[in-house]
T-cell receptor, first 111, second 116 residues
Framework: AQKVTQAQTEISVVEKEDVTLDCVYE???????LFWYKQPPSGELVFLIRRNSFDEQNEISGRYSWNFQKSTSSFNFTITASQVVDSAVYFC????????FGTGTRLTIIP | GAVVSQHPSRVICKSGTSVKIECRSLDFQATTMFWYRQFPKKSLMLMAT?????????EQGVEKDKFLINHASLTLSTLTVTSAHPEDSSFYICSATGETTTDTQYFGPGTRLTVL
């Protein structure tokens, strides 16, 4: 069975602080994809990143960075110099043919 | 690229009526479309998966006769909530994958259904 755990239900940080959202997954498969999606108050899910299980290279995109560690089954997401527009619910997801979502982390950036 | 639209974005209906929600892939051909339901402050729950021209595959616990899904073309899937009841009120989101993006689902903006 596959499972995605986002232990942090809600996080609040002051603007310009860095914040890391944790994601731990469980699967017995060796080939899979991991995703992060952002869901702002409008409701639309915005695709942020896809990572396949064979690529453990960390990725940086502007203020966003992702740390994939297969040894600990984690795929954490860091926002540096946070901004109010980053306030949203962030979902980590695992794809093994079917997308399994974590429960989401509600991030609030305080101005 | 990979834009998915949904219509309507918001609908209010009376109990007992049927509501149709459309999901369109605007700039790619969607070989597979997915329908999710999301309750307030909860994660997304997959309702069904549909491939163009085939019958949808429903997840356990989802009533096929209540949630009718049609994927008639490579750019359009519809979800019809039949004989809606207040407990059907929810946020419904569709997603799609294309021939060249089979592993990544692109999501529509969602439809908020309120049944009075």
């Amino acid at each position: 069975a596959q499972k995605v755990t986002q232990a942090q239900t809600e996080i609040s940080v002051v603007e310009k602080e860095d914040v890391t959202l944790d994601c731990v997954y469980e699967t017995r498969d060796t080939t899979y994809y991991l995703f992060w999606y952002k869901q702002p108050p409008s409701g639309e899910l915005v695709f942020l990143i896809r990572r396949n299980s064979f690529d453990e290279q960390n990725e940086i995109s502007g203020r966003y960075s992702w740390n994939f560690q297969k040894s600990t089954s984690s795929f954490n997401f860091t926002i540096t110099a946070s901004q109010v527009v980053d306030s949203a619910v962030y979902f980590c997801a695992l794809n093994l043919g079917e997308l399994t979502f974590g429960t989401g982390t509600r991030l609030t950036i305080i101005p | 690229g990979a834009v998915v639209s949904q219509h309507p974005s918001r609908v209010i209906c009376k109990s007992g009526t049927s509501v149709k929600i459309e999901c369109r892939s605007l700039d790619f051909q969607a070989t597979t479309m997915f329908w999710y339901r999301q309750f307030p402050k909860k994660s997304l729950m997959l309702m069904a998966t549909s491939n163009e021209g085939s019958k949808a595959t429903y997840e356990q616990g989802v009533e096929k006769d209540k949630f009718l899904i049609n994927h008639a073309s490579l750019t359009l899937s519809t979800l019809t909530v039949t004989s809606a009841h207040p407990e059907d009120s929810s946020f419904y989101i569709c997603s799609a994958t294309g021939e060249t993006t089979t592993d990544t689902q692109y999501f529509g903006p969602g439809t908020r259904l309120t049944v009075l």
